[in-house]
Each structure stands twice: as structure tokens, then as C-alpha cells.
């Protein structure tokens, strides 16, 4: 069985699993039998725990369209117990205490779930940080968040014991039985009660939204920040802002990064930047960010208006990696005040496009995310070749994506190629959340990857592997044991020490996980870990589309392809895309794929090596000086720059403090 195959059949137990138990309880029920009645019970308790963990979401949130939630299963189940005493002929003293029982555990429910929605709206704060001291707010410890998240999940199968006590009763005629059953459902529903509401009652401590601001601003003050960087968007685009996090962390200039969406903060990576994430406009439109004179935006977002309103600043557009894509010159980039490129070609991509962000206005300052990347070979038998197309995009244009028209047919020819070579699958991001077709060929690479591996699934992990997973996994556990309000009161130290243990973390899976994988397995890599950038340094030659992924892998200086799926001539295509002037061009059945891997096979007919080193200053810049290097000098002369434009006040007693705490951990880095 595949992967595919293996999560269908999830699927179908669900749905099957759900509508079998319910059944039984029904013919139970009208049969007066209570031990088929007992059976089907227990089914759906069981597809309760596992509609909460083992089978995949999609399942519960089909049911809850389908008029199957969990409330209508909890009050499924008790009409059915209902109808099981009716058949049986029971006493109406017995039946008028399981009613009442029954309505007692919902009025303890519904205060329940209010008190839950309560406690929510009183520990949400107006402002999501890292790095900022929130001590003074007096924020108590977070709710277990097990209790918090989708409480009618674990509230309304309590009623098992009531259940259990009724089906026992009609078996044995104990009456008493009815009495412990219901007893034990109210006792410990009226206990969630009780610890939710004693939650509550602490988070009274809590400011108002209008006394966390006034906090906020005072942080603000002290702080006194340099540069802005804001950033706005989904919670899959994450990845945007926190490729730029090392480069921030290393300026000269003290920054504060800017969030405007809750889910973004949750997606943020580790990092010693303050991080302030404000949602409501006038909340952010309010706030005074002091002797901050520049503001840089990874992404171009509707938001953005948010923050270029502020007339003291000097607006620059850093985007998120330079392509030859249209979203590299989409027109809103003219509303910042400079736009910076990675190399000459973003320059020329403006000056073609005539999309009026002007010559003036663009400084080529390298990708100081680039700064370590190295030519390094893999260090397997086989060559490895790293396919990471990138996404479908927003629009039906031919050749955004090679993944659709050519992306099964070229890992089909490389699983066959001879000599053989190792096969890494890295799909962008966002794959599939427009296009089902982008979805059905990235599931067929996953069968195709599966099947040769000889495997039903993914590799099987070493135990040192495995153990860094935990310890990984273990900051994720804090993370979602806890909420935002708990989180941003015990992140405001940017020196815990939490990054660098990361990092070492990071580091140690990453050289696990390739010396686990030397054996030339291919791999199908989602998700955050290994890195891109870890793919780049054990692949021998990279296949992609126009993108930002092939301008980086260009400073590796080795040889990469690109599919032309636009629908015309390899020569249109390398004067529409630059980045592809060194590339080695595959058609969509996968013509020229032999050449390109001829070139890593036998260097010496490599015939486009020249070509990529020129193309590499062309695309990124010299070498010399550093990016981070250039990207700091341009940010300094832009600040003093609008400093003398709008100059900047005395720093106060706080400010200076935290200044010479910034320039002291900057001169460690």
C-alpha cells in the first residue's frame, strides 16, 4: 500500500467507522438489545478519540459539513439511549433521572463553553511579542491548552459514563448503576468547570487592551528602534520573513520586526529580534516607533499601507529573493522609497518591465542569506539531483510551475537514468492550494519516490535522529501547551539562551539526517527541515522553474535546469528569464535532461560553467565585500540619510541601556 492508498483508507474508516457504530446503537436501540447497543456505543467513542488524533482533519471537518459534528454525535447518542429505554419499558422514575441528568450535563456544558469563550476574549491581548518585557502586565500562566482547544470535543463524551451506567442498568436491572453513570459524567464535567473558571478568575489580573499599548509604547521608548521590519501575510508565507532573521539579528542598526497576523507570530522562527505583531490597524497606526527612520518589507501585501503611511520613514522593498517572475516587478513595488536587489539583474528587470520604480531608487546590495553557500558536492555514491519546483502561483499563465506538465514525467526518467542517480523532492510551500492539478502530481511524485525506495511510506528513522526529533518537537510541545498571552510573557528575554540551543539542535538533526540518508535513498522533503539552502549544499545539480530558488542556487556555481513549459522556443525563454542564461533547458518530456546530467557525471563536458560564474555576479553581486556587509552599509547611509531629513530626538537614559546592550551583542556576533 502507498501513501496515498494509506491515507484513503483513513478516510474510509472514518466516515465508514462512524456511520457502522451509530447503526448499531440504532438497531439496538429499536431491537431492545443492549449489548449491540453496548457495541455500537463503544464505536463511537472510539471514533470520537480518534476523529481528535489519528485520522486526518479532513474527516472531522467533512463530518461537521455533513451535519456530524461532534454536538450532533453527543446528542445523537443520548436520543438513542433514550429510545433504548423506551424499548425496554423502564419505570418513569428511572427515565426522569436520566433525563434530568441529561439536561443537568448540558447546562453544565454550555457554562462551560461560555466561561472557555470568556476566558479567550480575556487573555487575548491586543499585541503579540518576543523579546519585550511584559512583566509589568502581571499576564498568569496560561490554561492547559488541552482544555482550551475545541472544548465540546472532550466535554460532551463524558457522557460515557451515564451511557455506560443506562446500558449496564437495562442488562443487570441495577438501578443504582444509572446513579454512579451520572454521578461521574456531572462530577467531572462540573470539575472542568471549576478549574476553566478558576482561570478566569485569575486572568482578571490582566490589563486592558488600552494599559498593554501604553505598555508597549513605553517598551517603544526605552528600546528606541532603528528600523522597521514589517511584514504581513499568510501563515504558508511565513517562510518570507524568516529567511531574513540571522541577517536582521547581525545589523549594526537596532531593529524590531513588525507582524500584523497572530498566526504569522505562531510560524515565526527563533530569533533575538524584538518581535512586536500589532493585528488592528489604528492600534499600530497609534504607536510611535521613535528614532526609527527605515522601514523594510519583505513581501508586497495590502497591509503594507499600514506602515508606509508614516511620513518619518524611509520605505524599502527587500522582497523575498530575487526571480526573473513577474512577482520580482510587480508595479506596487514604486510606492517604497527604494527597492533593493540582490544584483545588476533585478535592476535591468525594472528598467525592461518600465513598471515606474525608477533607476535612482534601486541599490544592489547582494543575499547576505547566501553569504555561506558553498560549490560543495554531495557525498553519496550516485549524483543527486534536487528537484524543487516551485508553486502553481495565482494565475494560469503557462510555465509558472514545471510540476503540472512535466514534474512526474521528469522523476519518472530520473528514477530510470543510468548510471543511476539519487532523487531529492523539495516542493515549494504553497504547492496545491490553488491548483488540483499541482496536488495529484505532487501526490504521483510521492508514489513515484515511495516505490522506487521499495518502501510503503517514508524511511525509517535512526535513533539518534529520532531522539533530536523529540528534543525539537519538545519546543513545539511548549509552544501549543501555552497561549500567545503566556508565550509573549515568557519570550521577553532575547538573551534565554533559546535560539542558540535551537540552533546547535538544528544543526545536529541536519548532520544526522544527511549522514542517516548517505546511502543514496531518494527523499521526499516537506516541511521546514532539512533546509532549501542543507538541499543545496548535498545536491550536484538543481532543477527548477523561474524562481527565486534557482537565483540562489546559482551561488553554489553549480550546474542546474530549468523546464521550459511557457510554450516557446528555448531561445524567447532565455531572453524573457535571465536566470536561465546558464541554464541547461528541459522540455516538458523531459529533452535535455541527458546533457544536464552528463555534466555532473563528467564535469569536463560541463560547457556552461564559464557562463554561471559570470551569471552569478550578474544575479547576486561580487563576492567582495559580504552581502550582510553591503546590506548593513546601504541600511546606515539610508538611516543617516533620513535622519538628517527628519532628524532624531536625545536618546533617553533607556534608550542608551538598551543601545549599548544591542552593540554589545552585535559585536559578539
Known sequence: MNLRQYFAAKEVVGYAGTALAFFLMLIGAVTANPWLFAVGAVGTYAMDVALMGFLPQEVSTRLQQLRMGVTTRGLLRQVLLLALLAAEGVSVRVLSVVILSLLVLFALQFTAGVTVRMLGWRRKLPVVTRNIDLGALRIPDSPPMALIRSPMSR?????????????????????????????????????????????????????????????????????????????????????????????LAKLSLRPVIVLRERAIAAQLAPTTVPVLCVPVSTDLMALDFGPARVALYPANTGKNIHMLRNPLLRHVFIGHGDSDKIASINPFTKVHDEVWTAGKAGRDRYAIAQVGVRDDTIVEVGRPQLDTLTGSVSDTSRPTVLYAPTWEGWTDEPGNTSLIDAGPRLIELLLRAE?????????????????????????????????????????????????LDRKLASFDDEISAHDEAHHSREEGDADSGVVERLRVLSDQWHDTYWSDNSDGRHLVIEGPRPSLYSCFHHADLLISDISSVVSDFIATEKPYAITNCAGVSDEDFRTANPTSQAAYLLAPDGSGLDEALLAIRQPETDHRADERRGLREYLLGPREPSSQSRFDAALRDLYRRAAEQHPVTELSSGGDAVAATHSAQHASD
Open 155 to 247: 466535554l460532551l463524551p463524558l457522557d460515557v459514563f451515564l451511557v455506560a451506567g443506562v446500558t449496564a442498568f437495562v442488562i443487570s436491572g441495577l438501578s443504582v448503576l444509572v446513579a454512579v453513570g451520572a454521578a461521574i459524567a456531572i462530577g467531572l464535567t462540573a470539575v472542568y468547570q471549576l478549574v476553566i473558571g478558576w482561570h478566569l478568575w485569575r486572568s482578571r489580573t490582566i490589563p486592558r487592551s488600552e494599559a498593554v499599548m501604553r505598555h508597549v509604547q513605553g517598551w517603544l521608548d526605552d528600546y528606541q528602534p532603528q528600523v522597521v521590519v514589517y511584514f504581513s501575510g499568510s501563515p504558508e508565507g511565513a517562510y518570507q520573513v524568516n529567511m531574513w532573521l540571522d541577517c
Open 419 to 467: 548510471p543511476g542517480v539519487r532523487v531529492l523532492y523539495k516542493p515549494h510551500p504553497f504547492t496545491g492550494i490553488r491548483s488540483a492539478r499541482a496536488r495529484r502530481a505532487h501526490k504521483r511524485i510521492v508514489e513515484l519516490i515511495t516505490t522506487a525506495n521499495g518502501t510503503t511510506g517514508p524511511a525509517p528513522r535512526s535513533a539518534a535522529l529520532r531522539e
